[in-house]
């Protein structure tokens, strides 16, 4: 008699949007250099992984490591796992996504980030925007302070679904390796925000359906697979189209 | 056990030791400071010891687990203020609950209130039972709970047995088992013949009236006391009743709100012991406790009840 498939999703809401959301005010109050650096961090990655044929792969992965790293700590331990020990579970995995993107900074052949002008691309560039720019500020529209952001770099729901669009971005062998955890994540934040009836789960939920897609369609077309050269990592080619 | 007349049950009110009064309630001390003199309530008896308490606690899910944020915790803190300055003493969490038991903890050491609570909690692990008991009593900051039942009945085939080694070894004073939302109704009839549990969990409101058939009849049967969770459906049933003008009937409870009107419902209840409705508001903390003042309903009346807020929700 200890089925645990007799609970439901709602069962597993343990907090309200009021505490919830409260979570993000202190934080970027008590550490608002912290979250204002890794903000900061995540633009600059982002400008760096839209231009095409930049050569700042390592610094890209490097800077979404710490990013990863502060975020664990700063965010998902510090604030969010005392009100969700559900979290205790997952945050292995975000320690496992900051190793990975060291390892792949570190790599001979790191991934290489740059607009490909495919489809592929629009929807990384998309999904960044949406992460950096857009998600932070939505609960302004629902009546939210702008002290209560979740700010990419920081929060942990904006930084794992940027991270699907820094992934998808960037080409080379093994890359997909860096999605499971942020999709995970994306996956599990879209249940949350579900059960307490906040419509950005939608956002959550397509953006973790476009990775997937997108991700097969470049597998399809052997993006994913191919191994890129040294000549490519140093003189990309020109866009195509 | 055999089927239970409903309204032979009803009539056993009396013989539950309802001790109504009507004196009046001042509304909650806000702020902290807990009043010395307890305002006189409706307490209802624990069968198994004749100990009577407060027809209505407090729950603790999503409102009081608030983590690390001071501000929040000092709001909790005003609620069990609110709660005790009115006459509350029960106070039910989990293990379950993310930070609530921490929380309540905090609360009790602000207020230098560990005597007036009446503690339940719960053990809910398919794993090491004491050791997670261990951990609750830390987050309380007491030695001794009043009251621990098997959460969910989950790992009932051990916990069970150690709480009631607890019990004996006077580390614990009541045994319990809970259910919510209606779940396990067999594995919980079956719990309820064949072991000697103080209390019962259950969820119970005018709308969810599913116990009535059974599970209540058989806790009196049994001796068994009943806390009822989920008074309000976790707050929709207000929410969904917000703006609706009382009954007439109301006014001859001396009811102010729909929710006093729920709660004397239920309180009326010859079965039901304490409900425990959650809060985040010190008010309404305050008016939940007033719902065990003055009259309640009879078996008509609560019929009258159910029948006004089904057709309104």
Same mark, same amino acid.
């Given at each position: 008699?200890?089925?645990?498939?007799?609970?439901?999703?709602?069962?597993?809401?343990?907090?309200?949007?009021?505490?919830?959301?409260?979570?993000?005010?202190?934080?970027?109050?008590?550490?608002?250099?912290?979250?204002?650096?890794?903000?900061?961090?995540?633009?600059?990655?982002?400008?760096?992984?839209?231009?095409?044929?930049?050569?700042?792969?390592?610094?890209?992965?490097?800077?979404?490591?710490?990013?990863?790293?502060?975020?664990?700590?700063?965010?998902?331990?510090?604030?969010?796992?005392?009100?969700?020990?559900?979290?205790?579970?997952?945050?292995?995995?975000?320690?496992?996504?900051?190793?990975?993107?060291?390892?792949?900074?570190?790599?001979?052949?790191?991934?290489?980030?740059?607009?490909?002008?495919?489809?592929?691309?629009?929807?990384?560039?998309?999904?960044?925007?949406?992460?950096?720019?857009?998600?932070?500020?939505?609960?302004?529209?629902?009546?939210?302070?702008?002290?209560?952001?979740?700010?990419?770099?920081?929060?942990?729901?904006?930084?794992?679904?940027?991270?699907?669009?820094?992934?998808?971005?960037?080409?080379?062998?093994?890359?997909?390796?860096?999605?499971?955890?942020?999709?995970?994540?994306?996956?599990?934040?879209?249940?949350?925000?579900?059960?307490?009836?906040?419509?950005?789960?939608?956002?959550?939920?397509?953006?973790?359906?476009?990775?997937?897609?997108?991700?097969?369609?470049?597998?399809?077309?052997?993006?994913?697979?191919?191994?890129?050269?040294?000549?490519?990592?140093?003189?990309?080619?020109?866009?195509?189209? | 056990? !055999? *089927?239970?007349?409903? &309204?032979?049950?009803?009539?056993?009110?009396?013989? +539950?030791?309802?001790?109504?009064? #009507? $004196?009046?309630?001042?509304?909650?001390?806000?702020?902290?400071?807990?009043?010395?003199?307890?305002?006189?309530?409706?307490?209802?008896?624990?069968?198994?010891?004749?100990?009577?308490?407060?027809?209505?606690?407090?729950?603790?899910?999503?409102?009081?687990?608030?983590?690390?944020?001071?501000?929040?915790?000092?709001?909790?803190?005003?609620?069990?203020?609110?709660?005790?300055?009115?006459?509350?003493?029960?106070?039910?969490?989990?293990?379950?609950?993310?930070?609530?038991?921490?929380?309540?903890?905090?609360?009790?050491?602000?207020?230098?209130?560990?005597?007036?609570?009446?503690?339940?909690?719960?053990?809910?692990?398919?794993?090491?039972?004491?050791?997670?008991? !261990? *951990?609750?009593?830390? &987050?309380?900051?007491?030695?001794?709970?009043?009251? +621990?039942?098997?959460?969910?009945? #989950? $790992?009932?085939?051990?916990?069970?047995?150690?709480?009631?080694?607890?019990?004996?070894?006077?580390?614990?004073?009541?045994?319990?088992?809970?259910?919510?939302?209606?779940?396990?109704?067999?594995?919980?009839?079956?719990?309820?013949?064949?072991?000697?549990?103080?209390?019962?969990?259950?969820?119970?409101?005018?709308?969810?009236?599913?116990?009535?058939?059974?599970?209540?009849?058989?806790?009196?049967?049994?001796?068994?006391?009943?806390?009822?969770?989920?008074?309000?459906?976790?707050?929709?049933?207000?929410?969904?009743?917000?703006?609706?003008?009382?009954?007439?009937?109301?006014?001859?409870?001396?009811?102010?709100?729909?929710?006093?009107?729920?709660?004397?419902?239920?309180?009326?209840?010859?079965?039901?012991?304490?409900?425990?409705?959650?809060?985040?508001?010190?008010?309404?903390?305050?008016?939940?406790?007033?719902?065990?003042?003055?009259?309640?309903?009879?078996?008509?009346?609560?019929?009258?009840?159910?029948?006004?807020?089904?057709?309104?929700?």
């Amino acid at each position: 008699m200890t089925e645990w498939w007799d609970y439901g999703l709602a069962d597993f809401l343990l907090f309200s949007p009021r505490v919830y959301y409260r979570l993000f005010e202190t934080m970027n109050s008590v550490w608002w250099m912290a979250v204002l650096a890794a903000f900061v961090a995540g633009l600059v990655a982002a400008g760096m992984a839209m231009r095409h044929g930049h050569r700042g792969n390592r610094v890209i992965l490097v800077l979404l490591s710490l990013i990863w790293a502060w975020a664990s700590y700063g965010f998902v331990w510090q604030y969010y796992q005392p009100i969700n020990w559900a979290v205790a579970y997952i945050l292995p995995g975000f320690v496992i996504e900051v190793l990975l993107l060291l390892v792949f900074a570190a790599r001979p052949l790191p991934l290489r980030f740059g607009w490909r002008g495919d489809l592929t691309s629009y929807v990384g560039a998309a999904i960044m925007v949406v992460a950096i720019v857009i998600y932070p500020f939505v609960g302004l529209l629902e009546g939210r302070d702008l002290i209560q952001a979740e700010l990419f770099g920081s929060a942990a729901d904006p930084t794992a679904l940027g991270t699907l669009g820094f992934v998808l971005m960037a080409r080379g062998t093994w890359r997909w390796l860096l999605l499971p955890v942020p999709l995970i994540w994306c996956a599990f934040a879209a249940a949350t925000l579900w059960v307490m009836d906040q419509q950005i789960a939608y956002v959550m939920l397509i953006a973790v359906w476009l990775t997937i897609f997108s991700g097969w369609l470049d597998l399809k077309n052997g993006v994913t697979t191919r191994r890129l050269t040294k000549a490519e990592l140093a003189d990309p080619p020109p866009i195509s189209d | 056990m !055999s *089927e239970i007349d409903r &309204r032979r049950f009803m009539q056993g009110a009396g013989a +539950l030791g309802l001790s109504a009064s #009507l $004196g009046a309630l001042m509304p909650g001390v806000a702020h902290g400071a807990l009043r010395k003199d307890v305002p006189d309530i409706i307490r209802k008896q624990v069968p198994s010891t004749g100990e009577a308490i407060p027809a209505v606690g407090l729950g603790s899910w999503i409102t009081f687990n608030v983590g690390n944020d001071m501000a929040l915790r000092d709001q909790c803190a005003d609620v069990v203020s609110a709660f005790f300055n009115a006459g509350g003493r029960m106070i039910d969490s989990s293990p379950m609950y993310g930070s609530a038991q921490e929380v309540i903890g905090y609360c009790l050491d602000k207020l230098g209130a560990h005597d007036r609570v009446f503690s339940t909690d719960k053990v809910w692990t398919s794993g090491d039972g004491l050791d997670q008991i !261990s *951990e609750t009593r830390k &987050r309380w900051n007491t030695r001794k709970f009043d009251l +621990l039942q098997v959460h969910n009945l #989950l $790992g009932i085939n051990d916990n069970l047995p150690l709480l009631f080694r607890l019990k004996n070894e006077g580390q614990l004073r009541y045994v319990g088992v809970t259910t919510s939302h209606g779940r396990r109704t067999e594995d919980l009839i079956a719990v309820m013949k064949n072991e000697r549990l103080d209390f019962v969990q259950v969820t119970y409101n005018p709308v969810d009236r599913k116990v009535e058939e059974y599970l209540l009849p058989l806790a009196y049967d049994r001796g068994i006391a009943v806390i009822v969770n989920r008074p309000f459906r976790g707050g929709s049933l207000l929410d969904q009743l917000e703006g609706e003008p009382l009954p007439e009937f109301a006014a001859e409870l001396e009811v102010e709100s729909w929710a006093q009107l729920i709660l004397k419902y239920l309180i009326a209840h010859p079965s039901v012991t304490c409900p425990i409705p959650a809060t985040t508001n010190p008010a309404h903390a305050a008016e939940n406790m007033r719902a065990a003042t003055g009259r309640l309903p009879d078996d008509k009346m609560r019929e009258q009840i159910a029948a006004v807020i089904g057709v309104l929700i």
